[in-house]
């Protein structure tokens, strides 16, 4: 789904917002309704369409989550 760049809404955005709200557009629902591994099976799949610099960001992205999880998971286990 494309945003019309036609619009006066879209011409009056600053362009991260335009970027924030065409990936937010792009990716509403995506993964709605699959499973573990469905969802696995198409971010993987997908890999193979970034450049280096993207997946260099995605991997950044997986080293926040690991983190934010690993934090998560300690201080479950301190209470």
Known sequence: MELS???????????????????RVKGFGTFNGMTHVQVFNMIKEGLHKL??????????????????????KESKEKT
């Open 51 to 72: 450049t280096t610099i993207e997946l260099v960001t995605l991997h950044s992205e997986v080293s926040k989550v690991q983190i934010e999880s690993s934090h998560l």
């Open 5 to 23: 760049t036609n619009s006066t809404f879209w011409d009056k955005l600053s362009e991260n917002e335009k970027e924030e709200l065409s990936s």
